[in-house]
């Protein structure tokens, strides 16, 4: 069984910044692609951020280039996504998420997600 369990979200002003971070178990955390997924309700789930599980490769959309950032700590088996210039849109309940780079890259899906962390951004 995988684990992963996301923390850091809250309620941020627009222009803020905030650091998320998701802590696996249960698998060779070194082996796998992680990713960062976003979903409002009503809305489709759309993907954040991808990082290779070396990472030495990241992905991250057009839409939030410049702004989030993905990392992540093998010796600690846990991935992080740092939020700056939050903008009201970005409000969504945020989740981890473990597979292949391109699985993630592209939003096809994962093979495990955590719970996800509410993030919401006031105007």
């Known amino acids: 069984q995988v684990q992963l369990v996301e923390s850091g979200g809250g309620l941020v002003q627009t222009g803020g910044s905030l650091r998320l971070s998701c802590a696996a178990s249960?698998?060779?955390?070194?082996?796998?692609?992680m990713g960062w997924f976003r979903q409002a309700p009503g809305k489709e789930r759309d993907v954040v951020a991808t990082?290779?599980?070396?990472?030495?490769?990241?992905y991250v959309p057009d839409s939030m280039k410049g702004r989030f950032t993905i990392s992540r700590d093998n010796a600690k088996s846990t991935v992080y996504l740092q939020m700056n210039s939050l903008k009201p849109e970005d409000t969504a309940v945020y989740y981890c998420?473990?597979?292949?780079?391109?699985?993630?890259?592209?939003?096809?899906?994962?093979?495990?997600w955590g719970q996800g962390t509410q993030v919401t951004v006031s105007s």
């Open positions: 998420a473990t597979g292949t780079f391109t699985q993630l890259r592209r939003g096809l899906g994962a093979d495990y």
């Open positions: 249960g698998r060779t955390f070194s082996s796998y692609a």
């Open positions: 990082i290779s599980p070396s990472g030495s490769t990241t």
